[in-house]
């Protein structure tokens, strides 16, 4: 178990290191140069080359990038937005609170929705109630996060009033003391959620219907409700661990159109506000954090696996 949560941890550094080069290459990949970008219509050579000596812009890539990775790994500075006026890592403790609390919210009710969906889909195989949901999941997995998003809060704040058009969520306690406006942002995110969540869980659920062991306790007298409520949901929940790791990125994305359609001031917003206005450092913040929160998911979702399924640590 020790060598495979070390060979991990190494492969999770190696991945991490590869996306900081990736991600600080593309940013110089702008046509003109970053500062010609930030600089926009206020440009010209004098505060060309000012902006390219104070962001150390006018040294070798390579020094560049040594310098912003010693910055990042010794003092996990993420740099400073010269248009905000503002540290990165300050903006990242101003946003990512109210983030974290629609993403946490929204990966609970999700699989809180999902499993028992599935359970039903596969112990009902092929009944109404199987071609029920599953009709629903089709919908609502094809349906756009942000349309679904924009359909909800019309119907529900515009057209009926059942909600109050939401104020600007700028912090998490704005977002905690107001549970009302997080209600359909969360929505959003669950409804896409749930639909690929419990098709996964049907899927699984099948998979282990069907396994010897499960024949072979019915056939020694224990009853269907415990071999499957006591083996096989068990059993089928072990690839849901994974699945729930790596799914995090797509929630963090799905976030970003919900944090903008519902006026919540999260990482979303200010990763799209920064692009539009060509604050890279802003952006190369927000991503390598990005890629942190994937890397860890992906890692906690191995380690997981592998204390739960002893038969991964020998592979």
Same mark, same amino acid.
């Given at each position: 178990m020790t060598t495979y949560l070390i060979r991990r941890f190494f492969q999770s550094i190696v991945t991490l290191f590869i996306v900081s080069i990736a991600t600080f290459g593309m940013m110089h990949l702008m046509p003109n140069g970053v500062a010609r970008a930030m600089l926009g219509k206020n440009y010209n050579p004098t505060s060309l080359a000012t902006l390219n000596h104070k962001l150390g812009l006018d040294r070798p890539l390579v020094v560049q990038y040594w310098n912003w990775l010693d910055r990042l790994v010794v003092h996990f500075d993420l740099g400073y937005s010269y248009q905000k006026n503002q540290s990165v890592n300050d903006l990242l403790k101003e946003t990512l609170g109210q983030s974290i609390y629609i993403v946490g919210l929204a990966l609970f009710f999700t699989i809180l929705l999902s499993v028992p969906l599935g359970v039903v889909q596969a112990t009902r195989r092929n009944s109404a109630s199987d071609y029920t949901i599953t009709t629903f999941s089709f919908i609502a997995y094809a349906v756009p996060v942000f349309f679904l998003g924009v359909v909800l809060r019309d119907l529900f704040q515009v057209q009926f009033h059942v909600i109050p058009i939401a104020t600007q969520i700028d912090s998490f306690h704005a977002a905690f003391s107001q549970p009302s406006q997080m209600i359909l942002p969360v929505a959003t995110?669950?409804?896409?959620?749930?639909?690929?969540?419990?098709?996964?869980?049907?899927?699984?659920?099948?998979?282990?219907?069907?396994?010897?062991?499960?024949?072979?306790a019915i056939a020694k007298g224990a009853t269907k409700r415990r071999v499957l409520y006591g083996h096989v949901l068990r059993n089928a929940m072990i690839p849901?661990?994974?699945?729930?790791?790596?799914? &995090?990125? /797509?929630?963090? *994305?799905?976030?970003?159109?919900?944090?903008?359609?519902?006026?919540?001031?999260?990482?979303?917003? %200010? $990763?799209?506000?920064?692009?539009?206005?060509?604050?890279?450092?802003?952006?190369?913040?927000?991503?390598?954090?990005?890629? &942190?929160? /994937?890397?860890? *998911?992906?890692?906690?979702?191995?380690?997981?696996?592998?204390?739960?399924?002893?038969?991964?640590? %020998? $592979?």
């Open positions: 995110l669950v409804v896409s959620g749930v639909a690929g969540y419990s098709r996964y869980m049907r899927s699984s659920m099948l998979d282990e219907i069907t396994q010897d062991y499960v024949r072979t849901m661990v994974t699945l729930i790791g790596l799914s &995090l990125p /797509t929630l963090v *994305g799905g976030a970003l159109l919900v944090e903008q359609i519902f006026n919540i001031q999260g990482i979303g917003v %200010l $990763t799209i506000n920064a692009a539009l206005q060509n604050d890279f450092v802003i952006v190369l913040g927000t991503t390598m954090l990005t890629a &942190l929160v /994937t890397v860890i *998911g992906s890692l906690v979702a191995d380690i997981s696996y592998a204390a739960l399924d002893p038969r991964v640590r %020998l $592979t």
